[in-house]
């Protein structure tokens, strides 16, 4: 009985049928870009202080300029050792009784008491229009801010879970086809959403939907071509994120207004869902079902998309079934696979929280929040690249630790670098975010080498559920600690990132390994080498008798 692979081999393992749908799935990266790291665009806090109706009025009657009238009636404070104009506090002082004049040029009110803002706060809009001036989500409220990331990796996390176990269940098909429904149903009653906690609320089901999505369309696409070009065709899949993340400042320059954004970002949801009519059920999943028929159908489909004709039409059989069940408790049960679990935890938790830490700190910095995240996303697109020119020449182990260590090596750097160095602190954070992009790709495809085959997915499903956690507390790490010290948050990032790549180190080398099939071959690696080793050998002297005979019977 021939097996999957055995088909597709013949259908072709890479073929006009795949590169289509490899094409159609590439472009939900794009939307999901916008999902993932919007949040700097729509939860854009601008400089503000604290409104006073007294001195609006004031200031209009005078003709002042919002800078005149801030520097002669905002506090200053000390901010990180500087003396900055007060965001959260004003003077408790009734405007009337002072000198405070049209022809005022200096006040000094340095005895005058201090008080939290009681009449809302006035914005240096610049043009942008987030959620967080339309709600007034600053100073005592800003952690609300936090927490609209924060809801939609809880929603990522959730989905994880749900989405794989729905995949499992009812196909990868009708799993994107319902995330994408509730997609378009939570994004758009986002955008309209009446109060911030119901916005939290739609968010976290946004994430839920998109996450579910992007999970299932990923594996449709890894299940569906050559087992050459799955590497390849995951990689290059996580890349067209980075196109996503170059379109976003632009659609973003444009759309000032966050809703509308929200619009934006939904739209092409809608469009996917004529998918269901384009994209067909993975036949391995179909087999894994015992649905063979349908199966041999798709594939038969596949190769005549091809241009192909299957020569072994006969009952397809599971190459996997009648493995060992997986357990939780086999991740950690044994030395070698709880030090792999350890350490891919840590790594799926560092890069989302140095790769969102490093994005949403575009927006806190004070540049032009638009060319900044351009720059920033264009250095993303070498790292599938570099990837791809250096996983099979050099190894997978020092890519993926070579690449933490610059990300964190960087983020120190660049956290002790003057402002006055505009440009060499710009090179510094772009070749950080490159580092992180490259850990970010590489930590995927490392998961699935390094456990056997019948546990092999609930440990990256057990291991990436870290991911969701460091998105979680990636805002609180970020917003919290720059309101401390502007630079603290890179350098907990810095450390974070060099830990990772050091223990990346310790685990072992994968590359022109076969992956592993169960726990033995874990734990003593050297038993797989030589059992590799050997049928090289014993090949090689196969071929060397047959070519021993065809001369002898020449002769």
Partial sequence: MATFDDLLEEAGSFGRCQRRIFALLCLLSIPYSGVYVGTVFQSFTPDHWCRDSAVVERRQACGWSLADSRR??????????????????????????????????????????????????EYQYEGRKSFVTEFNLVCSDGWFVDMYQSTLNLGFLVSSFAFGFFADRFGRK??????????????????VAPN?????????????????????????????????YRQTVGILYQMFFSVGVLILPLLAYFITDW???????????????????????????????????????????????????????????????????????????TPNMRKHTFILMFNWFTSAVVYQGLIMRVGITGGNIYIDFLIAGLVEFPAA??????????????????????????????????????????????????????????????????????VRNLGVSVCSTLCDIGGMVAPFLLY???????ELPLIIFGVVAL?????????????????????????????????????????????????????????
């Fill in 72 to 121: 002669l009636t905002v506090p200053l404070v000390n901010v990180s050792g500087v003396l900055q104009q007060s965001s959260c506090e004003q003077y408790e002082v009734d405007w009337n009784t002072t000198t405070l004049s049209c022809d005022t040029q200096e006040l000094n009110l340095s005895e005058v008491p201090l008080t939290t803002c009681k009449d809302g706060w």
């Fill in 480 to 486: 919290r600690l720059a309101a401390i010290w502007l």
């Fill in 174 to 191: 009708i799993s994107f086809l319902v995330s994408n429904i509730l997609n378009v149903i939570s994004g758009i009653a986002l955008a």
């Fill in 499 to 555: 830990v990772a790549g050091g223990l990346v180190l310790l685990l072992p080398e994968t590359r022109g390994v076969p992956l592993p099939e169960t726990i033995d071959d874990i734990e003593f690696p050297d038993r797989k080498t030589e059992g590799v080793v050997e049928n090289q050998q014993m090949k090689t002297l196969l071929k060397s008798d047959l070519t021993n005979n065809k001369e002898t019977t020449t002769v």
């Fill in 259 to 333: 809703r509308w954004l929200q619009v934006v970002i939904t739209a092409p949801f809608i469009f996917f869902l004529s998918y269901y009519w384009f994209i067909p059920e993975s036949p391995r999943w179909l087999i894994s079902q015992n649905k063979s028929a349908k199966a041999l159908k798709i594939t038969e489909a596949m190769a005549k998309e091809n241009k192909r004709k299957l020569k072994n039409s006969g009952t397809l059989t599971d190459e996997e079934g009648g493995s060992s069940s997986a357990s939780l408790l086999d991740l950690f049960r």
């Fill in 196 to 228: 911030y906690i119901s916005i939290l609320v739609l968010r976290s089901i946004f994430g839920f939907g998109v996450k579910g999505g992007w999970m299932s369309s990923y594996v449709l696409l890894t299940e569906i071509v050559g087992v050459e």
């Fill in 385 to 454: 690249f570099l990837i791809l020119l250096t996983i099979e020449r050099i190894g997978r182990r020092i890519p993926f630790a070579s690449a933490n260590i610059v990300a964190g090596v960087s983020c120190l750097i660049t956290a002790f670098i003057p402002d006055s160095m505009f440009w060499f602190r710009t090179v510094l954070a772009c070749i950080g975010r490159l580092g992180i992009t490259m850990t970010f790709e590489m930590v995927v495809f490392v998961n699935t080498e390094l456990y056997p085959t019948y």
